[in-house]
């Protein structure tokens, strides 16, 4: 499988959850052998949409001529999109955002009812896609943090996606923390090899991977106690 992952973290490699999106990869390669081609977002030029919908009166084309034509093609060319990031203020980081924006292109502006809401139908088939969400966050607590982005992602991508949410992210760079930190990246790993051999995640076991690896308050003495 071709799979595109847009890293949205500013620390590239360095990043706390790309250790998650690594190990998830792991597991699928250890399933069957996969391309991958990284990019982090940081590093590209992409200007933000102006939204004057020029790109919808000719021909998909967009008025920037920046690193979005190139990443538009990819995205054409792949099976699967996976989205590493942050948790940035309960969403996405500006500039992954930016080039959420930027594909405005590859829809139409006619409105399409969908259930009970209406969405922009696609230029062209994308049924064969698949969208996978990876997002870390550095508070303790997953309820009341990240709603807002997994909401966005699932009216984002209404089909064929799958969400891995992990509190206390920034304890996958702190190789203190290993004793925890290592069993949830193996739990991870089993995910991508589930992922890629049935398309799915088993439910309990994605919500063991969303669960706090060290209590909350515990967690959140750790990080005050640093911090002091
Ligand atoms: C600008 C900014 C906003 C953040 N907002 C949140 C937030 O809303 N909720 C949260 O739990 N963590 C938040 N964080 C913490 C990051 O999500 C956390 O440090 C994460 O592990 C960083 O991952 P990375 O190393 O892959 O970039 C924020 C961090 C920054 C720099």
């Not at 190990?23 to 052998?33: H, I, Q, R, S, V």
């Not at 966005?152 to 206390?168: G, R, V």
């Amino acid at each position: 499988m071709k799979i595109l992952v847009f890293n949205g973290s500013p620390k590239r490699d360095a990043s706390d959850t790309m250790h998650i999106t690594r190990a998830f990869l792991d597991g699928m390669n250890e399933a069957a052998a996969q391309e991958v081609k990284t990019i982090h977002v940081i590093d590209k030029h992409i200007e933000y949409c102006t939204g004057c919908f020029a790109c919808k009166r000719n021909g998909g084309t967009c008025i920037h001529t920046d690193d979005m034509r190139d990443i538009l093609d990819e995205i054409l060319q792949s099976d699967m999109l996976l989205f590493n990031f942050p948790l940035y203020n309960y969403g996405i980081p500006a500039p992954l955002k930016a080039l959420l924006d930027r594909t405005m292109p590859l829809s139409s502006l006619a409105m399409q009812r969908v259930g009970d809401h209406y969405a922009h139908p696609c230029q062209a088939d994308f049924s064969r896609l698949r969208y996978v969400m990876i997002c870390g966050c550095g508070f303790p607590n997953s309820r009341h943090n990240f709603e807002p982005a997994v909401a966005q992602f699932k009216l984002m991508f209404p089909s064929n996606h799958t969400i891995i949410t992990i509190p206390e992210s920034p304890m996958f760079n702190a190789p203190e923390a290993a004793v925890v930190t290592l069993p949830r990246l193996e739990l991870v790993k089993c995910a991508g090899r589930q992922f890629a051999e049935n398309g799915e995640i088993a439910p309990d076991l994605l919500a063991e991977i969303g669960s706090p690896m060290i209590p909350e308050e515990t967690y959140a003495a750790i990080v005050n106690r640093k911090e002091s």
